[in-house]
């Protein structure tokens, strides 16, 4: 049985019954809530119920031997304790639990025998290969689920349950319908003086990464906090040591820097195809802040393989696979192809976890530029990466602008300006534009010649808000350094182009036509078919 969440219970004795293996051995009684799933009302078919821990070689030895004393049975070994549980000639149920390690082969743990009666918990699909009868995949807590489980921990009246029923289905939602992290949640509120369930909301946001470590008296478990599931996991992609392990930790970090919503995987693909048309050096006379370079190429993990003829993702597919299989990622086949994406909680781990997270944001936001350079993608998926680019333009304009060159930090973020512009994302742009003009620490009303590039798009953004007088005056700044250059040259043209469509906004349509009437005169050269010349 697969499964992501699980809270332990206890093994303790019940009572003593007649048994034909040589001794009266007592009855192991195991309390396992598994979501969606409760085993505990057959427990009358069982003359003896056994959990064993096998997470490690060490604990399931230990587990063995356990029940061979409980048995009244001298044993040393494991193979000796294993082989005394088949030779049972009474219905028995064994639990192996946290079966998530890939490279353990658990079918060293199964009995044999006519008898007994084997459930294997993980996380990890592959150990349904052991499955002699069947195999369950447990999905995810409904939001009814999660919130009938806040209540109960809760212990919420029936009462009251209508009245907090909204601000439950919030705290529900924020923890992505964990079990733990809503136990957790439900039992914080419960010990916390004057604490409600929309005062927990506002606590959370603020203190994310004490609350999910918060103690649910749980010392036994190897689960003792919501960050420490996920955290087993990691711990055992660092102790493989491979490549492919450690191509994971990477790809996992990556990703926390992303959203956590849907990216279709062909995203890879087209990174390598704009990374392959970054310039090795930039023209001496190339000043243009909408060009990308081998220092953003450069960022990118050498695990993508950019350098290739071919595009070979073979490798980034394998860590997303083992990934998978310590389930700390989906990966989900729709109409578009295969796409993968992560649970909140898992999301909010990753990304707290780092000790330095200037590296996997750098990383991230240059994939997103590069990949916008070769656009198909961006133009097919629009919805999958908008809470992509959202999430890397989230971080602060210190954290931004500290992480490498300013030129370079500008020419990034100026790309996702520019996706966004196309995607009409005002709201989105206006956030990411001003942070610009932040990081700068330039004037909204003065324009810098080194920066008019960025005014000229503030400008069209202005204007197309409806800030319309202010973006006039921003953009006859802008035309007028741009008049250092050739009456012909695309980008003087752009701006009067820009400026034109602001007095149009403004309501200034004679000095509009005037503009409109000299960029055309000047783009007739062009061939008759020119997107600009068309445009004007």
Known sequence: MSYSHIRHGWIGKERDLSADCQSRPSVVGVFLYVAKWRYHTNLNRYWGVFWVDVSTAKTAETDFLTISQMMDFRVESLAEARQNLANCKRPWLLILDNADDPRTDYGTYIPSGAYGTILLTSRNEACSRHATASHVNLEESTLVEAVQLLMQVTKTDQSQRERYEEDTRTVAKLLGCHPLALIQAGTYIMNSPDCTFAKYIKIYEKNRLRILKYSVNQAQSRYRDVYTTFEVSAEM?????????KDALQVLSLLSMLGQSRLPLSFFNDVWKGAREVEAELPEDQTSL????????????????????????????????????AALISLDKVDEGTSVSMHPLVHAWARDRQTSQEQSWLAATCMIALAFQYNSLWVLQNRHLQSHLEAVIAQDTSFMFDCGSQVEIVRLLFRICWWFYYAHDLKALNVLINKLLYGLQLSKEAVTRKWVEVYELYGQCLSDSGRCKTAVEVLEQVVEFRKELAEDHPSRLASQYALASAYCENGQVKEAVVLLEHVVKIKEELAEDYPSRLAS
């Open 237 to 245: 992609l660092n102790d493989m040591g491979t490549e492919t392990s």
């Open 290 to 325: 909408n060009v990308l370079t081998q220092w953003h190429k450069n960022q990118i993990p050498c695990l993508f393989q950019i350098d290739e003829e071919k595009c070979d993702l073979v490798r980034v597919f394998e860590a997303m696979r083992v990934l998978k299989e």
